[in-house]
């Protein structure tokens, strides 16, 4: 059934790696995803930044030379439409797991990066003063180090372990804290905290959809509609102002 936005005042997207495959980025699970051919709990993880930085730079310094020829598509640039159509009696907050900034090239306003980006790079020394910067080396020859304190550079993003940023968890929670509408896109729900999401905004009595390519495996009970299609082909369809 057609979401009218203006009949909701705090509205809630959520979005994952399939709402980026229109441009030519790779999903993590689903047909052709990047965990079919790597082990993200080898190199995806804390770990793998403690012990093999350079394999990590490997894994997702790839996406950063992508990007300088793959940009924002017509889900990307939809969502950024919408928002900007809607007035302040409603909230509009974009909640994407994707480290690949297309959201904000697309455009959009309130959105929560709640996995970094990866066109930042930072030091892995948690205590060091050096500011995260923007970087559009991939670094996947050479680690780089820290000018200041020598310690191995990283993508700002999070790995698997790591914990989300103090800012990035009261985003959520205040965006979640009175929703009416939770659409949830692309993603396969199965990464937490962002999977839980559904569950409380079932809980505040908000209209949950998930809008993928296939259905969530196992089922959701939480969402109580489902869209099977590619993103960019029914957000029009399905999501007006
Ligand atoms: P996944 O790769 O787990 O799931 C992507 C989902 O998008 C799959 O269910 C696909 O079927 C679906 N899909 C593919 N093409 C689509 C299209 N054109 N339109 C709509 N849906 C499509 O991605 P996420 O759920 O985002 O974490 O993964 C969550 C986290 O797991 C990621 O943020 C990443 C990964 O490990 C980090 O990098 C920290």
Same mark, same amino acid.
């Given at each position: 059934?057609?979401?009218?936005?203006?009949? /909701?005042?705090?509205?809630?997207?959520?979005?994952?790696?399939?709402?980026?495959?229109?441009?030519?980025? %790779?999903? +993590? %699970?689903?047909?052709?995803?990047?965990?079919?051919?790597? *082990? &993200?709990? !080898?190199?995806?993880?804390?770990?793998?930044?403690?012990?093999?930085?350079?394999?990590?730079?490997?894994? +997702?310094?790839?996406?950063?030379?992508?990007?300088?020829?793959?940009?924002?598509?017509?889900?990307?640039? /939809?969502?950024?439409?919408?928002?900007?159509?809607?007035?302040?009696?409603?909230? +509009?907050?974009?909640?994407?797991?994707?480290?690949?900034?297309?959201?904000?090239?697309?455009?959009? !306003?309130?959105?929560?990066?709640?996995?970094?980006? #990866?066109?930042?790079? %930072?030091?892995?020394?948690?205590?060091?003063?050096?500011?995260?910067?923007? *970087?559009? *080396?991939?670094?996947?020859?050479?680690?780089?180090?820290?000018?200041?304190?020598?310690?191995?550079? %990283?993508?700002?993003?999070?790995?698997?372990?790591?914990?989300?940023?103090?800012?990035?968890?009261?985003?959520?929670?205040?965006?979640?804290? *009175?929703?009416?509408?939770? #659409?949830?896109?692309?993603?396969?729900?199965?990464? /937490?905290?962002?999977?839980?999401?559904?569950?409380?905004?079932?809980?505040?009595?908000?209209?949950?959809?998930?809008?993928?390519?296939?259905?969530?495996?196992?089922?959701?009970? /939480?969402?109580?509609?489902?869209?099977?299609?590619?993103?960019?082909?029914?957000? &029009?369809?399905?999501?007006?102002?």
């Amino acid at each position: 059934m057609p979401i009218n936005l203006k009949n /909701y005042h705090h509205i809630v997207v959520l979005t994952g790696a399939g709402i980026s495959v229109a441009s030519g980025i %790779r999903t +993590f %699970r689903g047909p052709g995803g990047l965990w079919e051919d790597i *082990d &993200p709990m !080898i190199y995806a993880t804390h770990e793998a930044l403690l012990e093999t930085p350079l394999m990590v730079w490997k894994l +997702f310094g790839v996406l950063r030379t992508q990007l300088k020829t793959h940009g924002p598509n017509p889900a990307h640039n /939809y969502l950024a439409d919408i928002e900007k159509q809607l007035s302040n009696e409603h909230q +509009f907050t974009l909640i994407t797991q994707n480290i690949d900034g297309l959201h904000l090239a697309a455009g959009s !306003i309130n959105v929560v990066e709640m996995h970094g980006a #990866i066109q930042r790079t %930072r030091c892995s020394n948690e205590f060091c003063q050096l500011k995260p910067f923007e *970087d559009d *080396d991939p670094h996947t020859e050479v680690l780089p180090t820290c000018p200041i304190c020598h310690a191995p550079l %990283r993508p700002d993003i999070v790995l698997f372990n790591e914990f989300l940023s103090e800012d990035v968890e009261r985003r959520c929670h205040t965006a979640l804290l *009175d929703v009416d509408l939770f #659409i949830a896109i692309g993603t396969s729900g199965v990464v /937490y905290p962002a999977a839980s999401f559904v569950h409380s905004a079932y809980r505040k009595h908000a209209r949950t959809i998930l809008i993928n390519l296939e259905p969530m495996d196992p089922p959701n009970p /939480y969402f109580m509609e489902e869209t099977i299609g590619k993103a960019e082909e029914c957000l &029009p369809e399905l999501i007006t102002v």
